[in-house]
């Protein structure tokens, strides 16, 4: 059973920094691609970020480019999204899925974790 838990949310000021975490389960984590998506509220769920099965290629959504970071441990099947100089309109739910890029269609999706942006 695939399990996604995602932590490190919470309420950071503008330009401050948070380290999001997922842990996955379930399946073969080192034999896959793993995204980073969010959802603000009011809005659709939409793709943040990618890396490849060893980390070896990132994609970022243009609005975080430069500003955050996604990277992954397969001994401790974990990925993480570190952001960097946060705005307002990085607030949302957080989540982790499988998956590259943004055709991507994952299936399973955690809880989620919130960030949120104080200006």
């Known amino acids: 059973q695939v399990q996604l838990v995602e932590s490190g949310g919470g309420l950071v000021q503008t330009g401050g920094s948070l380290r999001l975490s997922c842990a996955a389960s379930g399946f073969t984590f080192s034999a896959n691609p793993m995204s980073w998506y969010r959802q603000a509220p009011g809005k659709e769920r939409e793709w943040v970020a990618s890396?490849?099965?060893?980390?070896?290629?990132?994609i970022y959504e243009d609005s975080v480019a430069g500003r955050f970071t996604i990277s992954r441990d397969n001994a401790k099947n974990m990925v993480y999204l570190q952001m960097n100089s946060l705005k307002p309109e990085d607030t949302g739910l957080y989540y982790c899925?499988?998956?590259?890029?943004?055709?991507?269609?994952?299936?399973?999706w955690g809880r989620g974790t919130q960030v949120t942006v104080s200006s």
């Open positions: 899925a499988v998956g590259w890029g943004t055709a991507s269609r994952p299936t399973y």
């Open positions: 890396l490849t099965t060893v980390g070896g290629t990132t």
